[in-house]
Every structure is written in C-alpha cells, then in structure tokens.
C-alpha cells in the first residue's frame, strides 16, 4: 500500500477510509482556508511555464536538485497530492461524495491556454455520512468547496463522464486539498498534463495506483489495440510469442488499457502482491 495509505488508511486504500480523518484535521483552519481560497482564485491563475521550472531544476546538480525535490515533494504531499485510481475506485470514491463540481482544468489552462477543458471535478464529502461529525463541523463541510460558477454533477453523471474519459485515454486522477482530504478528480493526459510532466522529470507529484495490470496470454491476440493507450510505455510485445506483455516496472496501474481489449485479456492485480512492483510507488 501507498504511504497514504499507511498514514491516513490504517493499511487500507486512504481514499476509501475517510473515516480514519481525525476531528482534528476536519476543524483544522488551515485547511478550510486551503479548500475555501481555491476555487474563486481558480480564474485568475496564470502560472509560470512549468516545464521551465523543471528543466532549470533538472539541470541543477544532482545533490542540489534532490534536495529542491524533497522539499517540493514534502510540501505537495502536505497540501495537494495526488494518486492514480482506476474506474472501480473512482466509482466508490464519486460514491462517497455530497457535492461534485465540475471545473475547468488548471493544467491545460497554465499549459496549453485552455479555459473550456472541464476534466476536473471538485468533490465534498459527505461529511456526517463518513465521519459522524457534529454540527458545529458539519456547518463547514456539508457543503463541499465554493462551487461559484460551476457546474453541479449527479454521481451518475460525473461517472458517465469518467467512463468517456477513460475511452479517449485519459487517466484518472484523485487529489488531495490538505492531505488526507480527498478534493477532486482529475483525468490526466501526458501531452499536458503538469503532474505527469513532473514525473517526466522524476519528480513526484502523484503515486501509482493500488494495482498494476497484466496480460491474461491465453486470452491476447497480439492485436496491439491496447498499446497506444498507456501513456507510461509499459506495454510491450513479444515478437516471438506475439503476444502482448505489461511491464510491472513501469505500469501505473491506470487500468485504461482494458478499455481498448476486446478479449478481456488485460486485469488488474493487487500491488502489493506483486514482487516486482509492490514497493513503487
Ligand atoms: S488489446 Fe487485448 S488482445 Fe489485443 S494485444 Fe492488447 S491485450 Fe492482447
Ligand atoms: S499498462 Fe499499466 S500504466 Fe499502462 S495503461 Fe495499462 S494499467 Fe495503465
């Protein structure tokens, strides 16, 4: 299991387990501070060019540059951080939400000049649902985040749209606005996406799924369908076999690859059971 899920999930996935969220944390100013400022600032974001932010630290000294890293890394694991889910998850994670917002994406805004790409979704949490708070907190955060301007969401809804991300490719994302709260999903994209631009530089924004994927052989074609999906170039093909193979090493365990396998040949495994890839993350 991921280091969240150590910390915040007693050794179970951290995003399924809000229960384990301490009062403490829930009356946390800091916090709604965090979660109350983000959206109505949204707008006026026009952040620097992040790929120039990684290039001048990737072309720092080593030493110099892993410091910069475990700063950064410390500071985004406290406030926002992020983690791949595949769609059973999201499911059950949509699933435990009161309000679901959906918003334009800040990435494709900083990166590409987009204010209309909407593959974002700000969640609330059910609050007195998950956690049996007290009025006095539940005032706070029944609600959810300022939704402003945006667009509300049923849970069937906000699926369906999730369910078509995941046909164009797209991988999905779960955020947290102060760790461990779960703030919102995102559906992430190589091309410009700026967590997976940081992982092109080693540096880590989000973790890895609970699961890594594997090739049923029996079942593959070797039709290669699968291979244009994975945005970690994990998959692979045997020319000899021919037969397609995932690479533990580097798979994400995103998941979307199943969505382009007609033989069902593609499943995701526990990583934690996994003795390749059980402890990266
Ligand atoms: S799409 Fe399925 S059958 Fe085709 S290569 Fe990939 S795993 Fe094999
Ligand atoms: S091989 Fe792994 S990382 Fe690549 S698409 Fe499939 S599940 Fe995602």
């Not at 179970?12 to 800091?30: G, H, I, Q, R, V």
């Not at 998941?255 to 040949?265: H, K, Q, T, V, Y």
Request: charged share 25%; glycine share 6%.
């Amino acid at each position: 299991m991921c280091q969240f899920c150590h910390q915040h999930g007693e050794g179970k996935k951290w995003y399924l387990n809000a229960e384990n969220y301490s009062e403490e944390l829930l009356n946390d100013l800091e916090r709604r501070r965090y979660i109350l400022d983000f959206l109505p600032k949204y707008g006026s974001w026009n952040g620097p060019k992040f790929e120039e932010e990684f290039q001048r630290a990737w072309k720092a000294p080593a030493w110099l540059r892993k410091f910069i890293y475990r700063f950064r890394e410390k500071r985004y694991q406290r406030d926002h951080f992020g983690q791949v889910v595949p769609i059973e998850d999201l499911a059950q994670v949509i699933n435990l939400a009161s309000s679901i917002v959906r918003i334009p994406c800040i990435c494709r805004k900083i990166n590409k000049g987009r204010t209309d790409a909407e593959y974002c979704f700000g969640l609330g949490l059910d609050a007195e649902k998950l956690l049996g708070l007290k009025e006095a907190f539940l005032e706070t955060f029944q609600r959810g985040p300022e939704d402003g301007p945006f667009d509300r969401l049923t849970k069937e809804e906000a699926l369906d749209l999730h369910r078509n991300f995941e046909k164009q490719g797209l991988i999905h994302t779960i955020w947290t606005f102060k760790t461990p709260f779960i703030g919102g999903l995102c559906n992430c994209d190589r091309a410009d996406c700026i967590a997976m631009l940081s992982y092109r530089y080693d540096f880590r924004s989000f973790f890895r799924a609970e699961f890594v994927a594997q090739v049923e052989n029996d079942a593959c074609t070797g039709c290669r369908e699968c291979h244009s999906l994975c945005q970690f170039g994990a998959i692979g093909f045997s020319v000899m076999d021919q037969k397609t193979f995932i690479d533990p090493i580097r798979c994400y365990g995103c998941g979307i690859c199943r969505s382009a396998c007609e033989m069902d040949a593609i499943h995701l495994a526990p990583r934690n059971e996994h003795p390749l890839a059980q402890n990266l993350w």
